[in-house]
């Protein structure tokens, strides 16, 4: 045998290792599975969920919540998406308000309800959800109204049926009216059969080619629950499960006959034996519905991978539906509300590998693997189909009765792909104790709980304290001496892919931090507004960052982001090169101690007052471009405008952005105000020896202190951009939120550094560079609109004083504004104490 051959069995049948598809939630999982199995006598099958629309206050309604898989997802939405609205419903309330108090961090609440029969009391669920989970089976008796009151409501759905006879006899008949109202209905969304049908639609789009034919071949260990069973024994006797094409497709002209249960076999080319895989029944019909949907046909066919013929003999003879319910009557087989225990489920593994041919002959083998198939990863599966439904990432027009593959394609097939290994730390974020760094803190852990985060600095105590304050976050700790220590630095970053640094002043200790990203290839983000530390130390380094395909990403807090993104967007949607851009905002915030200091140690430095400190140059036939914004009034707007204390950090990134694009015009920023006293107080700044007084006097924060939780609910901004293109079009858009330095701030450099790590960073765009030159501005706004921020593009100016007053809702909300209050206070206590 070839030592290629050996090398593909051998893969094919070892156990699969921890992947991006095993999270960090598993200790967790184990604990709520090994509560739920221990009272088994107390749990009855829960219902089906609930869908759609910008103003519906759920954003998940989860129907079968206190079930065995239901639970699991429970646990999964929790502690992954701990900040979206998500209803648990049920019949007993008990039961679902003990699975809901476990999860202290996430929104969760609950609804009973008496019976799944009752179409009215559904669609009263279902009618304020944006999306419905269905995990409450046998679906074929109690399924198919959540699903109707789905489509009368334009609720997208999503479940984790594999009841094929249910699909095909119930809800094809309503593929038009889901079609007609525009809702996605979104079966087999767990192991089966979102594996198989992801992957071969994903070898299609790689082909670039109708497919001849594929087949998978799948390696696995895992156990059922009484919820599986039960499903499988209540689709014996119905015709549609043993039609191969009950789901749509027909044969394939000139192929061989398409059969279900895989021949026993060996394989010389795998290096083991083949035998008929259970869930071929339902993944083959999937996949065909997915190709008939796309007006494709093609043959398919799945077999088991085992070690050896007995085995694959085994695997050839299932007992008679008969047979199974007797063994679940005498308790050899799981009841419905029971599952493999915790132990079972660690040791429970796939391998799916799909082989497809195109029709230009033109072949690829592809493979997705991950923990116990169909529990742990099931929960995984059908969580994250029901959020990409939530964010909208179905395909516009595959609305419908439809497969995984038909609304998601391409992005959902990327999406299981485990992320690259070789370092074990996602993000190493430095500065973690200071007051812009605990909300950081805060953030990743409420909103991307399963990343592997270590908090860096000096003071292990602290370090400690915080990271205990969120024991669902996957946060260690790690002391360094000195920022100046390259040694130490290097041992920290060389084991992470992104680094956060939220470590100031960055004119003092920011410069060796990045020298060693640079060196070890760790894309790097920061909070910095010091124009002349990035013009003096980090230029220089532009070229050997780039040369290193390293992001050193500065400006991605409240300096520069909203002006960057703003701009970038405007010049994409006028798609001309801009004549001319200004920028208005309004707000109402305070100072921390870090931002004062960092202010104070760039007085003095030549840089600080060169606006063209980070690149460009001044713009033929303009007038000369200055930095403080003349106090007028403003007709257009109805309102005083003022110089706007950012205006000497965002007009140089923005410069930056239209250098490094090789592009030129004219830039400035106002603030607006209420009247001419207060536009008057704006254009008269204490000098940085008056600043430094007021602070060691204690009437200014120092470093490490900010603003009260009560004093940044209070606080909010907005960002409004004109832009006139060469054409002479021009456009307003506007970025709104809460608390600008301090709540935003982390959230934008929380969702610049995920950003990165997801990898979407513009190939190409390396080196010292602004938020809008690394990254795709339409696409990161999208993200920033998703976290919370509000973007929305106006009709035309803000007139009669609309930009002054408070835009509605906080872009910081829920759970974590509760964690952003508790973290400012626990780190006010860490510097008493400490």
Known sequence: MSRE???????????????????????????????????????????????????????????????????????????????????????????????????????????TIPSMDDQQAVQNIVVRAKVVISAAGPFIKIGTPLVRACIACGTHYCDTTGETPWVARDLLPLHEAAKNNKTFIVNFCGFDSQPADLLVGQAQN????????????????????????????????????????????????????????????????????????????????????????????????????????????????????????????????????????????????????????????????????????????????????????????????????????????????????????????????????????SLIVAYLAYNYPTLNVTLVGRDKIRLNTL????????????????LKDEAALHGIVARAKVVISAAGPFMKIGTPLVRVCIACGTHYCDITGETPWVARDLLPLHEDAKTKKTFIVNFCGFDSQPADLLVGLSEKILKSPLVRAEAFVSMQGAASGGTLQSGIAMEGVVEAADPFCLGGRPTPGSPVEVDEHPVGRSEGLGCWL??????????RVVRRTASLKGQRFSYGEALCVSDEKTAKKHASVPNAEIRQSLIERGKLPRPGQGPDPLARSRSWFKYVVHAVGESGENLWLQLSGSDPGYDETALMISEAAVALLQGEGVDGHWGVVTPAYAFDAERMLKRLSRAGLAFERLAGPPSGGSILRKPEGNGVQGKWRNAVADMSSMVSIMRSKF
């Open 467 to 482: 990271a205990s304050r969120h024991h669902n976050a996957n946060f260690d700790v790690c002391t360094i001496p000195s």
């Open 642 to 651: 003022a110089p706007f204390g950012m205006a000497s950090i965002n007009t």
């Open 206 to 437: 790689i082909l670039k080619s109708p497919l001849a034919r594929a087949e998978a071949f799948v390696s696995m260990q895992g156990t059922a629950s009484g919820g599986t069973v039960q499903s499988g024994l209540e689709m014996q006797g119905f015709p549609e499960a043993a039609d191969p094409y009950c789901l749509g497709g027909g044969p394939s002209p000139g192929s061989p006959p398409e059969v279900d249960a895989h021949p026993v076999a060996r394989s010389e080319t795998l290096d083991c034996w083949l035998a008929p895989f259970t869930m071929a029944f339902i993944n083959t019909r999937v996949v065909r519905r997915t190709a008939s949907l796309k007006g494709q046909r093609f043959p398919y066919g799945e077999a088991l991978c085992v070690s050896d013929e007995e085995t694959a003999k085994k695997h050839a003879s299932v007992p008679s539906a008969k047979v199974r319910q007797a063994l679940v009557e005498e308790g050899k087989l799981p009841r419905p509300g029971q599952g493999p225990d915790p132990l079972s489920r660690t040791r429970s593994w796939f391998k799916y590998v799909v082989h497809a041919v195109s029709e230009s002959g033109e072949n690829l083998w592809l493979q997705l693997s991950g923990g116990d198939p169909g529990y742990d990863e099931t929960a995984l599966m059908i969580s994250e189909a029901a959020v990409a439904l939530l964010r909208g990432e179905g395909v516009d027009g595959h609305w419908g009765v439809v497969t995984p593959g038909g609304p998601f394609g391409m992005p959902m097939a990327n999406a299981p792909s485990p992320p690259s290994t070789t370092r074990p730390v996602d993000i190493a974020l430095f500065g973690a104790t200071g007051f812009t760094g």
């Open 5 to 111: 051959k050996t090398k593909l069995s051998h893969a094919l049948r070892r156990r699969q290792p921890m992947n991006g598809l095993k999270f960090d939630w598993n200790v967790h999982r184990q604990t709520l599975s090994r509560d739920l199995t221990d009272n088994t006598a107390q749990l009855v099958d829960a219902k089906p969920a609930s869908f759609m629309s910008a103003k519906r206050p759920v954003d998940i309604a989860l129907f079968g919540a206190t079930g065995f898989t239901g639970s699991l997802i429970a646990a999964y939405l929790a502690y992954n998406y701990p900040t979206l609205n998500i209803t648990l419903v049920g019949r007993d309330k008990t039961r679902l308000s003990a699975l809901a108090s476990r999860y202290h961090n996430a929104n969760f609440d609950v609804c």
